[in-house]
C-alpha cells in the first residue's frame, strides 16, 4: 500500500524560473495539504486541497504561488519566479478526512534550491 | 495566529534512558499529533490524541492530551539509537472553521542517543 509519493525529490532552479512539485495522495485520500520547512524549523502550513477545490490557502503567499488538485493526477505546487527565500523543503501531506480524525500522512518531501 | 512552543529543543541522553518532551500552546487545539522526522525524510506520524485526558500507548511512546486542551506530552522508554531524530508534536483546529484542516507544529526536539 503505498503512501504519499512527491517527486522530484530535489529541484534545483534559477533565479526566476518556475518550479512545479507534484504530489500524488495515500489510495482513497482525497485531502491534500502542502507544506513547507525551512532549515532548523517546524512545518508551516501553505494550502489545504481537496479534489478540483481549494479550501484554506490562508498560509500561502499571495504572489507567485499556486497550487491545484485536479479531478485527475497527482496535486502540483506551482512557485514561478522562484527566488533564493524559496530555498526550503516543500512536504505534502494526504488525509481520508478533512475533519475529525484527520491523520495527516506525510510524503518524502521536495528539497527545492533556487540558485 | 495559533503558535505552539515545544521544549526542550534538544536532548542527549544514553542509551537505555526515558525522555519526555511537550508542547504547550496559546489556544485550543481538538487534536494533538506527535511526528518523528529524519534526515531528508518527511515527518512520520507516532501518535494522535483526539480526547482531553486522553493517555495513548505505541510500543515505548506514550503520550497524552492535556486536560486544559492547550499542552501535550510525549514520552520515550529506554531509548534505544534509532530513536534518534527530530521530534515535532503538531495541533489541529477540527472544530469547523476554515482552517479545520491546517497543522500547526512545533519547532522540534532534537534527539541524540549515546549508545
Known amino acids: 500500500n503505498a503512501g504519499v509519493m512527491q517527486n522530484p525529490r530535489h529541484l534545483v532552479r534559477r533565479r526566476g524560473q518556475e518550479a512545479r512539485l507534484r504530489c500524488s495522495p495515500m489510495?482513497?485520500?482525497?485531502?491534500v495539504y502542502w507544506y513547507r520547512q525551512l532549515p532548523e524549523e517546524g512545518l508551516k502550513f501553505m494550502v489545504y486541497?481537496?479534489?478540483?477545490?481549494?479550501?484554506?490557502e490562508s498560509g500561502m503567499p499571495k504572489e507567485r504561488f499556486s497550487a491545484e488538485f485536479p479531478k485527475e493526477g497527482p496535486s502540483i505546487l506551482r512557485i514561478q519566479q522562484v527566488v533564493r527565500g524559496d530555498s526550503a523543503a516543500y512536504f505534502c501531506?494526504?488525509?481520508?478526512?478533512?475533519?475529525?480524525?484527520?491523520?495527516?500522512?506525510f510524503g518524502p518531501g521536495t528539497r527545492l534550491t533556487v540558485l | 495566529g495559533q503558535q505552539l512552543n515545544q521544549s526542550p529543543q534538544s536532548m542527549f541522553i544514553q542509551e537505555g534512558e526515558d525522555v519526555s518532551m511537550n508542547c504547550t500552546s496559546s489556544?485550543?487545539?481538538?487534536?494533538w499529533l506527535w511526528y518523528k522526522q529524519d534526515p531528508g525524510e518527511g515527518p512520520v506520524l507516532l501518535i494522535a490524541?483526539?480526547?482531553?485526558?486522553e493517555l495513548t500507548s505505541n510500543g515505548r511512546l506514550t503520550a497524552q492530551f492535556g486536560i486544559t486542551r492547550k499542552d501535550s506530552f510525549l514520552n520515550i522508554s529506554a531509548s534505544i539509537p534509532s530513536d534518534v531524530g527530530i521530534y515535532f508534536c503538531?495541533?489541529?483546529?477540527?472544530?469547523?472553521?476554515?482552517?479545520?484542516?491546517?497543522?500547526?507544529f512545533g519547532q522540534g526536539t532534537i534527539l541524540t542517543v549515546h549508545p
Open positions: 486541497l481537496q479534489k478540483e477545490n481549494i479550501i484554506d
Open positions: 501531506a494526504s488525509s481520508l478526512s478533512g475533519r475529525v480524525r484527520n491523520e495527516q500522512f
Open positions: 490524541l483526539y480526547k482531553a485526558g
Open positions: 489556544s485550543i487545539f481538538n487534536t
Open positions: 489510495k482513497g485520500h482525497s485531502h
Open positions: 503538531a495541533g489541529l483546529d477540527s472544530a469547523g472553521g476554515t482552517s479545520y484542516g491546517k497543522l500547526t
